[in-house]
Each structure stands twice: as C-alpha cells, then as structure tokens.
C-alpha cells in the first residue's frame, strides 16, 4: 500500500471530520463520574444539547450509535403490538422499520421511491382514516441519508394536527441536527432522535433523545421492555448532573467544546454555510452532466448530495478509485441504491477549500474511473463560491 501524505479527506455523510479543537478537548484526561467536577460538564452538556434541538425539554445523551437512540424512542414511547406511521424515504427510514418490527411493533409503511420525502398529505390522510386512534406515534426521518432528501417537518406537524389525531410524532435529526434547520419545540416534536458523528462534528459514540412533555407524559404508561434505555433513571440523576451508568466522559467534553464551536459561529451560519456548500456540490454534478438523486429541488439536503452513476457504471468501482488516487472517501450507495449512487457528504466542519478539493478529487476521480461525464463541474461550483456571500 502507497504511502498517503497529507489529511485524508473524510468526505462521507457521516462520521464527518472532526475539529482539532474537539479532539484536543477529548484527549483531557479522564475523570471520576462520580465527582464534582464531572456534575459540572454534564450540567453543560445537557444546557448546550438543548440548545441544538432548540428545546427546553430534557434530552437524554447515550453512549450509544444513532441505532441505540432511534430504539430508546420507541421502547419509551409505545408498547407491544402499538400500531406506528412510517414513511419509506431510503434505506435510514427501512432500517428504523425493521428495528420497531423486531420490537413487536406493528408497522404501517407508506411506500416511497427513495427520491423524495415524506409525503405530509399522506400522513395526514392515513391519520384522518385512523377514527380509532390505533396509530399510537408517526416516525420520519428528517434528512435522509442514503439519498440525499430532507423531509417537511413542519408540514407533517401540521398534517398531523388538521387531523386532529393524539399520535406522537417521532423524528429522525441523526444527519440534519447542527446542519439543516431544525426546531424540536417550535416544531412539535415530541421525540427528537440524534447522534454526535455527524453536524455535532464530534466522534460516533453519543445517541440523544430530546423529549416532549406529551412523550414524558406517554412514558409513563408505556409498557415495551426497556432497560439501559429507560428515560427515567436518565432523567432522574441529570438533574443534579450525573448518569446511572459510566457515561461517555471523553466524548461529553467534545460534545460542549463542539457546540461551543457551533454556538460562536451563529447556528443561522451555520445553516447558511451547508446550504451554499450543498448549493455549491449541486453546480458541480449539474456541470458534470450526472443526475442529482433526489427530484424535488425543495426537499435537497443541506448536508450530502447523492449522485446517479450513469447507466453501466459501477459507482463503487468509481469510489474505490477516489480512494486510493486522491485518498477521498465518499459516501457508497444503500440498500437498493448499492452501486448506483455515490454520495458527497458537505456536512460538519467544511470550508469552502475542503469542499473545493472534495470536487476536485470527484471531479478527476470520475475521469480516472471513466465515467462518461463532462469536465467543468468544478468551475461551476467555484464560481458560485466565489460569488455568493459566506455569512447571513
Ligand atoms: N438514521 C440516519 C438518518 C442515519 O444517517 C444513520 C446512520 O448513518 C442512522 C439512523 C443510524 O445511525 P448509527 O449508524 O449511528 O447507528
């Protein structure tokens, strides 16, 4: 294996590139869980991640993957054989799936073709059509990974109540949260679902769960099995700043150093900024002649662009050669989009050069790889960077 000079460029939806900043504040020695000093990281832990959901409720911090904190909603929200709303968005919102499948739950899922978002209409029709009030929670994803498309909250939100039904509504921020505008309380989110590895710039290791009175309320009586995941001890020893269990010390310190970062850089700029590198990666694949993956230009992500390999192209043969030439790894295509799709992560801690060599190598990586594509994708996007202004 060649010798690799040089920052490797992390240009996956998720785990994104990790600040120096945040990585000096992980490598702090550890310390006792038990103590002072440890109740006073968590108490600004939790005050900072409320600030992220932009919400004044609890939110519970796991050591968990996104995996483990998509579980913990369901398991304190519902009970055996609940009836749950899901909407078909890609290979995220099919994994969701079978996990509350596997936990007993009974599933609706309203089919999708993986190029666009959840439908709020249909939400809302499935919703008027439940007189009886089986449907105990609908749960959408809000950016998509595997494609590429962010979902309307507020549309869902107001679906939800123009048809007057109790469900809970769970949502799915694991790639949007600290990238694409989202709102847990001004929303009506009752369980908002997140994840350090992405926006929050930090290592995987942290899941988060920012709850809703109404969901707290809908804990209490829920009845599925549920233990190291059990909101209540959670919330319980947070007020005073501690864990029922060794939580994740290192990675609480790079969680209040990275939403340090975020804060001090205006969370509107920090949106602004996605969506000018997200707008940016788009001229690129336009001017590369490839088909950008989702099809309703309102519901682009603000976080990652995936990209249709023209027919009789392999776009993990074409990620293979990004790799090992430009050291670049992009994101691979799921699930049925295997080998068909790649996906350009412009999400976390990006500058408009970051972005400009991540075209570049795509840009010189689909030549080596021999794509059929045209040549001047890059220029596009540069012009547009050097065009549109960086800061709200
Ligand atoms: N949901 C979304 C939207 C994701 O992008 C991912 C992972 O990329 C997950 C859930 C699962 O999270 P994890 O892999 O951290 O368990």
Redesign the pocket.
Known sequence: MSVKRGRHFLQI??PTNVPDRVLVAIARPTIDHRGPAFARLARRAFDLTQRIFQTSGPVVIYAS????A?EAALVNTLSPGDRVLMCETGH?ST??RDLAVRLGLEVDYVPGDWRRGVDPEVVGQRLADDGRGAIKAVAV?H???STGVTSRIPAIRRAIDRAGHPSLLLV?T??SLGSIDYRHDEWGVDVTVG?S??GLMLP?GLGFNAISAKALAASANARMPRSYWDWAPMIRDSQAGFFPHTPATNLLYGLCEAVDMLLEEGLANVLARHARHAEATRRAVRGWGLEILCAVPEEYSSALTAVVVPDGCDADAFRAVALDRFDLSLGAGLGRLKGRVFRIGHLGDLNDLMLAGTLCGVEMALAAADVPFRRGGVNAALEYLAAAPVAV
């Open positions: 939806p998720g993957s996104g995996t483990g998509w995220f994994l969701w994803v950016n998509e990974t799915d694991i790639s994840c590895q992405k995987p």
